[in-house]
């Protein structure tokens, strides 16, 4: 059974940074492409960054240069660093699992965590 497990949203200011964290199981982390999406209220779910299983690392045009995703095979965890935050940034940030270079999505999802960003 494939579990993704986020850890690390919060409470942050606007200009302030936060690191997420998604813990995998149940998948050979290392094959597997991993990504962040967020999704507020009333919208569609978007994709904020992706890492694939050679490393390397897509990202949605709005969070160029100030998000980072990173993986640790050995530890089976996907991060996401969020620098500069922005008030407009608040949503649940999921972590998601089993996509490619080419389509992102996969089909896991983590249950998500809460990001707040107070202006």
């Known amino acids: 059974q494939v579990q993704l497990v986020e850890s690390g949203g919060g409470l942050v200011q606007a200009g302030g940074s936060l690191r997420l964290s998604c813990a995998g199981s149940?998948?050979?982390?290392?094959?597997?492409?991993m990504g962040w999406y967020r999704q507020a209220p009333g919208k569609q779910r978007e994709l904020v960054a992706f890492?694939?299983?050679?490393?390397?690392?897509l990202y949605s045009d709005s969070v160029k240069d100030r998000f980072t995703i990173f993986r640790n095979n050995a530890q089976k965890t996907v991060s996401l660093r969020m620098n500069s935050l922005k008030p407009e940034e608040t949503d649940i940030y999921y972590c998601?699992?089993?996509?490619?270079?080419?389509?992102?999505?996969?089909?896991?999802w983590g249950q998500g965590t809460q990001v707040t960003v107070s202006s």
């Open positions: 149940g998948i050979i982390f290392s094959s597997t492409g």
């Open positions: 998601n699992a089993g996509g490619n270079l080419r389509t992102q999505e996969g089909q896991y």
């Open positions: 890492i694939s299983v050679g490393g390397f690392t």
